[in-house]
């Protein structure tokens, strides 16, 4: 019998949204194997399960800051509970850091930690949020961040509640200069989480993987051999509209893709960023 615990089921039930017993029959097929108890559940068609997955339980926040429109800083910063994502001491930090991030221009959040804080150089990033944790009594963490300064740089926050601070934050850029586009652009990407920019960013194991799904999906259904091809393939397309950003079609106008919404404006969107707290 494979071993694993009501932790492992409570896990596998937020990351894909599949019933209990769906999740503990996924577990109990995979060995106790998290990853392939998602893939499992996949195929047997639970809802979402491709949408939800690698999800975790964090609170907290993200912040953006922009200077002007050329370069911007995208930041996530995780507490234990939501009452302590409500206090201005945590909302500020999170600002402090994003502004230091836009200043000093660390490679990666290890490096960040290590570096002078901006605004106590007798201090490193690293100390400032451990007295954050001290002074507020839970564990604070600087948990990702993406800055961009290579074209045109617009954010868009969002608020799941009224009284939280954003939870979902968007860091756009684009080729030229177009506020209207951007802001278009940077809330689409908010309401539909896109994973790629367009399908030739898919990397091609994902690909393959999808492709492989896929087919052990249409057996489990019974389709015919011959058909399976064509499934496949179909299949594997619905993965490119549903996941990259320019497939996607347009959250205010669903007869249009993202792709032709900034063909028509003659724009192009170089990258962007996602975060949303609670979701890798």
Same mark, same amino acid.
């Given at each position: 019998?494979?071993?694993?615990?009501?932790?492992?089921?409570?896990?596998?039930?937020?990351?894909?949204?599949?019933?209990?017993?769906?999740?503990?029959?996924?577990?109990?097929?995979?060995?106790?194997?998290?990853?392939?108890?998602?893939?499992?559940?996949?195929?047997?068609?639970?809802?979402?399960?491709?949408?939800?997955?690698?999800?975790?339980?964090?609170?907290?926040?993200?912040?953006?800051?922009?200077?002007?429109?050329?370069? =911007? $800083? +995208?930041? #996530?910063?995780?507490? !234990?509970?939501?009452? *302590? &994502? /409500?206090?201005? @001491?945590?909302?500020?930090? %999170?600002?402090?850091?994003?502004?230091?991030?836009?200043?000093?221009?660390?490679?990666?959040?290890?490096?960040?930690?290590?570096?002078?804080?901006?605004?106590?150089?007798?201090?490193?990033?690293?100390?400032?949020?451990?007295?954050?944790?001290?002074?507020?009594?839970?564990?604070?963490?600087?948990?990702?961040?993406?800055?961009?300064?290579?074209?045109?740089?617009?954010?868009?926050?969002?608020?799941?509640?009224?009284?939280?601070?954003?939870?979902? =934050? $968007? +860091?756009? #850029?684009?080729?030229? !200069?177009?506020?209207? *586009? &951007? /802001?278009?652009? @940077?809330?689409?990407?908010? %309401?539909?989480?896109?994973?790629?920019?367009?399908?030739?960013?898919?990397?091609?194991?994902?690909?393959?993987?999808?492709?492989?799904?896929?087919?052990?999906?249409?057996?489990?259904?019974?389709?015919?051999?011959?058909?399976?091809?064509?499934?496949?393939?179909?299949?594997?397309?619905?993965?490119?509209?549903?996941?990259?950003?320019?497939?996607?079609?347009?959250?205010?106008?669903?007869?249009?893709?993202?792709?032709?919404?900034?063909?028509?404006?003659? $724009?192009?969107?170089?990258?962007?960023?996602?975060?949303?707290?609670?979701?890798?």
């Amino acid at each position: 019998m494979a071993e694993f615990t009501a932790a492992d089921v409570k896990r596998l039930r937020q990351t894909t949204g599949a019933g209990m017993m769906d999740c503990k029959n996924a577990l109990q097929e995979s060995g106790g194997n998290i990853d392939k108890a998602i893939e499992i559940l996949r195929v047997k068609g639970a809802k979402d399960v491709g949408k939800r997955e690698l999800r975790t339980a964090s609170n907290g926040l993200v912040a953006a800051v922009l200077d002007g429109t050329s370069a =911007g $800083v +995208l930041l #996530e910063v995780n507490c !234990e509970t939501d009452f *302590v &994502a /409500k206090t201005g @001491a945590f909302q500020n930090l %999170a600002a402090t850091v994003a502004a230091h991030i836009q200043a000093e221009q660390p490679s990666d959040v290890p490096a960040l930690l290590e570096q002078p804080f901006l605004g106590d150089k007798g201090k490193t990033v690293r100390q400032i949020i451990d007295e954050a944790n001290a002074t507020l009594g839970e564990k604070i963490e600087v948990r990702r961040f993406a800055s961009f300064a290579a074209g045109y740089v617009a954010s868009y926050l969002h608020k799941s509640s009224p009284d939280l601070p954003p939870t979902v =934050g $968007v +860091l756009v #850029e684009l080729d030229r !200069e177009d506020p209207a *586009v &951007a /802001k278009d652009i @940077a809330q689409h990407i908010a %309401a539909m989480n896109p994973r790629f920019l367009s399908r030739e960013d898919v990397p091609a194991d994902t690909v393959e993987n999808e492709r492989r799904l896929a087919e052990q999906m249409a057996r489990e259904e019974g389709k015919p051999d011959r058909a399976l091809p064509k499934i496949v393939e179909g299949r594997v397309h619905g993965f490119f509209k549903d996941f990259t950003l320019l497939e996607q079609a347009f959250v205010k106008d669903s007869k249009k893709t993202v792709r032709q919404v900034v063909s028509d404006a003659e $724009v192009t969107v170089q990258r962007f960023a996602r975060f949303k707290v609670g979701q890798a």
